[in-house]
T-cell receptor
Framework: GNSVTQMEGPVTLSEEAFLTINCTYT??????LFWYVQYPGEGLQLLLK?????DKGSNKGFEATYRKETTSFHLEKGSVQVSDSAVYFC?????????????FGTGTLLAVQP | GAGVSQSPSNKVTEKGKDVELRCDPI?????LYWYRQSLGQGLEFLIY????????KSGLPSDRFSAERTGGSVSTLTIQRTQQEDSAVYLC?????????????FGPGTRLLVL
């Protein structure tokens, strides 16, 4: 079946540190991959996405590359800010299904300290 | 433009009561999804509507859960005879087309607490 595994949190970093949140997936075919972010007290927002192998999604200084050979979509940012503190969810949408439901990982809490 | 809206934002109910949760998708979006976010289960898919097609109900956890979408727009999720394990945040999302790569836009959610 389809599933997403992401690193457990919380991840605590100092401002300007490098961030990596690991995400691996299991899926048949060629799913689309997403990172969603949930800031404190707010709803889920799309952060970035990639729809085919070797695509790189990027937004707000965050990047993730769709790696089919390692079935991974790790989230990276070169220099985090306090305002990046949030819960990050990796998700996939299976290819070819009648329903484009999102399958989410468990979420990773990021806390950035000044 | 306006995003996905949900009401109520919070709902407290007693075990055994029925509740209705409402979702207004982004205007023109034909696909509508319900998800549930709970401490024990994370984010899980419940039900999907696409245009006039039969909904995909494969994620509904029991027959106490049902949903409808009237006129291809507003959707209502109904939970009958609520149980404490139904306590969660119920999220609605919509997208413009039925493609896997299409972005789903989420509403703020309804936080349900069953006492």
């Amino acid at each position: 079946g389809n599933s997403v595994t992401q690193m457990e949190g919380p991840v605590t970093l100092s401002e300007e540190a490098f961030l990596t949140i690991n995400c691996t997936y299991t899926a048949t075919g060629y799913p689309s991959l997403f990172w969603y972010v949930q800031y404190p007290g707010e709803g889920l927002q799309l952060l970035l996405k990639a729809t085919k192998a070797d695509d790189k999604g990027s937004n707000k200084g965050f990047e993730a590359t769709y790696r089919k050979e390692t079935t991974s979509f790790h989230l990276e940012k070169g220099s985090v800010q306090v305002s990046d503190s949030a819960v990050y969810f990796c998700a996939l949408s299976p290819y070819g299904g009648a329903t484009n439901k999102l399958i989410f990982g468990t979420g990773t809490l990021l806390a950035v300290q000044p | 433009g306006a995003g996905v809206s949900q009401s109520p934002s919070n709902k407290v109910t007693e075990k055994g009561k029925d509740v209705e949760l409402r979702c207004d998708p982004i205007s023109g979006h034909t696909a509508l999804y319900w998800y549930r976010q709970s401490l024990g289960q994370g984010l899980e898919f419940l039900i999907y509507f696409q245009g006039n097609s039969a909904p995909d109900k494969s994620g509904l956890p029991s027959d106490r859960f049902s949903a409808e979408r009237t006129g291809g727009s507003v959707s209502t999720l109904t939970i009958q005879r609520t149980q404490q394990e139904d306590s969660a945040v119920y999220l609605c999302a919509s997208s413009s087309r039925q493609r896997p790569q299409e972005t789903q836009y989420f509403g703020p959610g309804t936080r349900l607490l069953v006492l």
